[in-house]
């Protein structure tokens, strides 16, 4: 069965500049969330999705948004990016249906390494 | 944001020692899991927890879930090189509006041969 696909792995974007990242999850999964990873901060929640909604958000500025589509793949969007958006970001997909515990598990993506110059 | 407490930084062993790395948090969570990263790729679940004093096993590796909900800790038995990576433990509170990972800062496990 297939893993959690990102594209691209690497982008090098200029300050200012929009990026969208991709992401397919692993089939009949239908959660898909967002975290950005940097040597400083670690490992930080963006956002999640289900059934094409944000269900959750974490606490970075307007500048991040993402979406889903009705096959469950997700992008995310960056726009006038700043030095400091250099990352990490990683997609982790569950199938997220209430029931056995073990439905909540998550399965990372590899990541798109992000470098703003 | 919110992030776990998880100790050691970093960890140098020999071959064939033990390792014992934890995590702590001011908040209770429903699941306790346990990831490894190696450099350029996504963290891979390694054990994950459900309830409160669970203890689980996946091959050399232990791990506790802790019985106030607010800590757990992963063993690592024998040592190999192929151990080399960062360790990171995740909260989460799973059901309803699905919560979000809570992750530590990480172990870094580095092993001499």
């Known amino acids: 069965k297939a893993g959690v696909t990102q594209t691209p792995r690497y982008l090098i974007k200029t300050r200012g500049q929009q990026v969208t990242l991709s992401c397919s999850p692993i089939s009949g999964h239908r959660s898909v969330s967002w975290y950005q990873q940097t040597p400083g901060q670690g490992l930080q929640f963006l956002f999640e999705?289900?059934?094409?909604?944000?269900?959750n958000k974490g606490n970075f500025p307007g500048r991040f948004s993402g979406r889903q589509f009705s096959n469950s793949r997700s992008e995310m969007n960056v726009s006038t990016l700043e030095l400091g958006d250099s990352a990490l970001y990683l997609c982790a997909s569950s199938l997220s249906v209430k029931g056995a515990p073990e439905d909540y598990g998550y399965t990372f993506g590899s990541g798109t390494r992000l470098t703003v110059v | 944001g919110q992030q776990l407490n998880q100790s050691p930084q970093s960890m140098f062993i020999q071959e064939g020692e033990d390792v014992s790395m934890n995590c702590t948090s001011s908040s209770i969570f429903n699941t306790w899991l346990w990831y490894k990263q190696d450099p350029g790729e996504g963290p891979v679940l390694l054990i994950a927890l459900y309830k409160a004093g669970e203890l689980t096993s996946n091959g050399r590796l232990t791990a506790q879930f802790g019985i106030t909900r607010k800590d757990s800790f992963l063993n690592i038995s024998a040592s190999i090189p192929s151990d080399v990576g960062i360790y990171f433990c995740a909260g989460l509170n799973y059901g309803g509006s699905q919560g979000n990972l809570i992750f530590g800062k990480g172990t870094k496990l580095s092993v001499k041969p």
């Open positions: 999705y289900f059934s094409e909604t944000q269900r």
